[in-house]
């Protein structure tokens, strides 16, 4: 069955970075587009970003383009988000989804805090 | 662009049936066929329950329901089940520089 888990959340201190990653089971990871999703506490949902099957193609939120880069590993089955310059509003639970022009499976999701 | 318009709240009682807007702009929700909706639970993941707006995924009830007319989707919930007390969020495509814009998400309380 289709399994994303995602890891590398965290405490970390605003202007701070942080890499999260995805790992990604149960299907052909290299056919498929990848979406990162997050909500921040007691809010709604925000796509961040998205990367094409063969990375070829990235797209990200304005509020995190040129601190955020989406990427992946397909011999690794893995997508990874790296995060500089944070704020206090980029925390919030990160999701990965799997991206079918609308996202049909989603991760558990990791929770970034940004806070000094 | 701003986040699509959802109601912060609806209800019903068990077996009626409830309708949840969604309005966007000719930009998004009216040029493209692709809204989904997607149901949390507290605590959970959000769980695929439309997509290209009418289209129900294997494994969710038909009592689930999505439309569109102009710049609004919808999704309706029929025989409403004390399970289906959730937050939903609607999500639509809106071209290559946006992107992906979702709903600011509408609380179902199942009274």
């Known amino acids: 069955q289709v399994q994303l888990v995602e890891s590398g959340g965290g405490l970390v201190k605003p202007g701070g970075s942080l890499r999260l990653s995805c790992a990604a089971s149960g299907f052909t990871f290299s056919d498929y587009y990848m979406s990162w999703i997050r909500q921040a506490p007691g809010k709604g949902l925000e796509w961040v970003s998205y990367i094409s099957s063969s990375s070829t193609y990235t797209n990200y939120a304005d509020s995190v383009k040129g601190r955020f880069t989406i990427s992946r590993d397909n011999a690794k089955k893995s997508l990874y988000l790296q995060m500089n310059s944070l704020r206090a509003e980029d925390t919030a639970v990160y999701y990965c989804?799997?991206?079918?022009?609308?996202?049909?499976?989603w991760g558990q999701g990791t929770l970034v805090t940004v806070s000094s | 662009q701003s986040a699509l318009t959802q109601p912060a709240s609806v209800s019903g009682s068990p077996g009626q049936s409830i309708t949840i807007s969604c309005t966007g702009t000719s930009s998004d929700v009216g040029s493209y066929n692709l809204v989904s909706w997607y149901q949390q639970h507290p605590g959970k993941a959000p769980k695929l329950m439309i997509y290209e707006g009418s289209k129900r995924p294997s494994g969710v009830s038909n009592r689930f329901s999505g439309s569109k007319s102009g710049n609004t989707a919808s999704l309706t919930i029929s025989g409403l089940q004390a399970e289906d007390e959730a937050d939903y969020y609607c999500c639509s495509y809106a071209g290559t520089g946006t992107f992906r814009l979702f709903g600011g998400g509408t609380k179902l309380t199942v009274l």
């Open positions: 989804a799997r991206d079918v022009n609308s996202f049909d499976y």
